[in-house]
């Protein structure tokens, strides 16, 4: 599998951005999608995970009521809504698949991160 994250960007506190990654390769039906981040200086964490053949999704309690992830099954496509961004937001971006988003090391493959910052 092969994925492609893309949409980050420098914003300002309260707006909103999303985040798009596009997966190529196996199929993804066997997988949860997810969307990891990383500050500096801190470790790598899971923000919100899809399991691609069910829809059923997961949130960490950072980003819940704030971050929607969705799909497009066509288009091999998995996205990261995020509104009201704040500057804790600020991190480099991961999407990643594997089998449980709670433990990054059963992420098989990742692509390259995209940036995203948030001003105060």
């Known amino acids: 599998v092969q994925l492609q994250a893309s949409g980050g960007g420098l914003v300002q506190a309260g707006d909103s951005l999303t985040l798009s990654c596009a997966a190529s390769?196996?199929?993804?039906?066997?997988?949860?999608m997810d969307w990891m981040r990383q500050a500096p200086g801190k470790e790598r964490e899971s923000v919100a995970a899809?399991?691609?053949?069910?829809?059923?999704?997961y949130y960490a309690e950072s980003v819940k009521g704030r971050f929607t992830i969705s799909r497009d099954n066509d288009a091999n496509t998995m996205y990261l809504q995020m509104n009201s961004l704040k500057p804790e937001d600020t991190a480099r971006y991961y999407c990643?698949?594997?089998?449980?988003?709670?433990?990054?090391?059963?992420?098989?493959?990742w692509g390259e991160g995209t940036l995203v910052t948030v001003s105060s």
């Open positions: 990643a698949a594997g089998w449980d988003p709670t433990d990054i090391t059963t992420m098989m493959y």
């Open positions: 390769g196996r199929t993804l039906s066997n997988y949860v």
């Open positions: 899809i399991w691609w053949s069910t829809g059923h999704t």
